[in-house]
């Protein structure tokens, strides 16, 4: 009688008893506004070109993959060149299934028992869950009252912590405000006097929808070798069920990474999509576009309803300020519309949309909050 015998204990790490795992609720429901996906679906040819190169990799796939994946790193490097007018080697990228892995890698590396990751919140909510995960100290500054970074904040925060990671998302999650290079620049300056040296990650995950004049934080890789400059395929390419994520920065950084890696850790599919997709980034581009004139459209529209909304460079909106921010999601989700219930108290996050899904999110949003 099984149900009598006493089930032995796991030894599950204390810090862990009782937690859920992360994530947002995968609800199905007509518009789907609520993790910052790009509701373009790829087209015909890139489904097609996608399909080619994968029945190409299937032909190989009782091999293990590349492991260093070198013509997906030269395709990233070319993509980055075009984007940014940044050019930089091989031996400067690196990519992982989505870049919360490259997270893991950077924290495997440069963080552990002993050292502290440390970040400005409100900022993404994975962030103390890759120091979790790694055992390495979580420390969370704060950010102003309009989401920017106070310098001379990060500097003393910095000094007082000594991390050995500081991870700066910027557009920033769930706000869409971005970091100007000065910003950047104190926190480099900072912490390069940490003793035992600490590694400053600028993550742009969503650094495609920048407005025009915002810098990205590649422009600084040069002349500063511990910055590492994460993005993500998941966002502006459309590609959020391939899982790819990548960095740039100096090749000894880079190096430290492949150390922690488990080996093969990029399928030879995965390996293949994404170089099918980054064939395209032109096109793909061109829809980055419409997306940042639908999200500047928004951002205008939600004022002119007598909003409060933070500057986004993202493709997402941060609103408010609503006395029962929980109401207001709900009335939206009854619609059909789901959002993202978060960030500081009396805001909401919505991403930007097709064109008719903004008209459905802001129909129901008139209904909802009676504006
Ligand atoms: C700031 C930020 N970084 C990283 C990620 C993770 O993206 P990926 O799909 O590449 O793992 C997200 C996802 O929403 C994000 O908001």
Same mark, same amino acid.
Do not use: C
């Given at each position: 009688m099984?149900?009598?015998?006493a089930? $032995?204990?796991l030894?599950?790490?204390?810090?862990?008893v009782g #937690?859920?795992?992360?994530?947002?609720?995968?609800?199905?429901?007509?518009?789907l506004?609520?993790?910052? /996906?790009n $509701?373009?679906?790829?087209? /015909?040819q890139v489904v097609?070109d996608? =399909?080619a190169a994968?029945?190409?990799?299937a %032909?190989?796939?009782?091999?293990y993959? @590349?492991? @260093?994946?070198?013509?997906l790193?030269?395709?990233?490097a070319d993509?980055?060149?075009a984007?940014s007018?940044?050019?930089?080697d091989?031996?400067? #990228?690196?990519?992982a299934n989505?870049?919360?892995?490259i997270?893991?890698?950077?924290l495997?590396?440069f963080?552990?028992?002993g050292?502290?990751?440390?970040s400005?919140?409100?900022?993404?909510?994975?962030?103390p869950?890759?120091?979790?995960?790694?055992?390495?100290a979580w420390?969370?500054g704060?950010?102003?009252e @309009?989401?920017s970074? @106070?310098?001379?904040?990060?500097?003393?925060?910095i000094a007082?912590h000594?991390p050995s990671?500081v991870?700066l998302?910027s557009?920033?999650?769930?706000?869409?405000?971005?970091?100007p290079?000065s910003?950047?620049?104190?926190?480099? =300056?900072?912490?390069?006097?940490?003793p035992g040296?600490c590694?400053?990650?600028?993550?742009e995950?969503y650094g /495609?929808?920048?407005r %025009?004049?915002v810098?990205?934080?590649?422009?600084l890789l040069a002349d500063?070798p511990?910055l590492?400059?994460?993005?993500?395929m998941?966002?502006?390419f459309?590609?959020?069920?391939?899982?790819?994520?990548y960095l740039?920065?100096?090749s000894d950084l880079?190096?430290?990474l492949?150390v922690v890696?488990?080996?093969?850790?990029l399928s030879?599919?995965?390996?293949?999509?994404a %170089?099918?997709?980054?064939?395209h980034?032109?096109?793909l581009?061109a829809?980055?576009g419409?997306? %940042?004139?639908?999200r500047d459209?928004l951002?205008v529209? #939600?004022?002119?309803?007598?909003l409060t909304?933070?500057?986004?460079?993202?493709?997402f909106v941060?609103?408010?300020?609503?006395d029962?921010?929980?109401a207001?999601w709900?009335?939206l989700?009854?619609?059909g519309?789901l959002?993202?219930e978060?960030? $500081?108290?009396?805001?909401?996050r919505?991403?930007?949309?097709?064109?008719?899904?903004?008209?459905a999110?802001?129909?129901?949003?008139?209904?909802?909050?009676?504006?």
């Open positions: 099984t149900a009598d015998i089930r $032995p204990a030894p599950l790490r204390p810090e862990l #937690l859920e795992p992360y994530g947002a609720p995968q609800l199905d429901v007509p518009h506004l609520n993790v910052n /996906e $509701p373009y679906a790829p087209s /015909e097609a996608i =399909a994968v029945a190409d990799a %032909r190989g796939l009782n091999r993959p @590349d492991r @260093d994946f070198e013509a790193r030269a395709d990233l993509y980055l060149a984007e007018g940044v050019r930089l091989v031996a400067q #990228l690196w990519a989505g870049s919360n892995e997270m893991l890698h950077v495997q590396a963080g552990g028992p050292r502290t990751a440390l400005f919140a409100p900022t993404y909510s994975m962030y869950e890759y120091a979790r995960d790694t055992s390495t420390v969370a704060r950010r102003e @309009d989401f970074l @106070d310098p001379d904040a990060a500097r003393a925060a007082e000594t990671v991870l998302a557009p920033n999650n769930p706000t869409g405000t971005a970091l290079a910003t950047v620049l104190a926190v480099l =300056a900072a912490a390069a006097d940490v040296g590694v400053v990650v600028v993550d995950a /495609e929808f920048r %025009r004049g810098p990205s934080a590649l422009e500063h511990h590492a400059v994460s993005r993500t998941s966002k502006a459309g590609l959020a069920g391939a899982r790819v994520g740039a920065a100096a880079v190096d430290a492949r890696r488990l080996p093969y850790h030879g599919v995965t390996q293949a999509v %170089r099918a997709a980054l064939a980034s032109a096109e581009m829809q980055v419409s997306l %940042r004139d639908e459209a951002v529209w #939600l004022r002119g309803k007598g909304v933070a500057e986004s460079d993202a493709n941060l609103f408010g300020m609503f029962d921010r929980h207001i709900q009335g989700l009854d619609r519309v959002i993202r978060v960030g $500081p108290d009396g805001w909401l919505v991403s930007v949309g097709t064109r008719e899904e903004t008209a999110f802001k129909d129901a949003l008139v209904e909802v909050a009676s504006l």
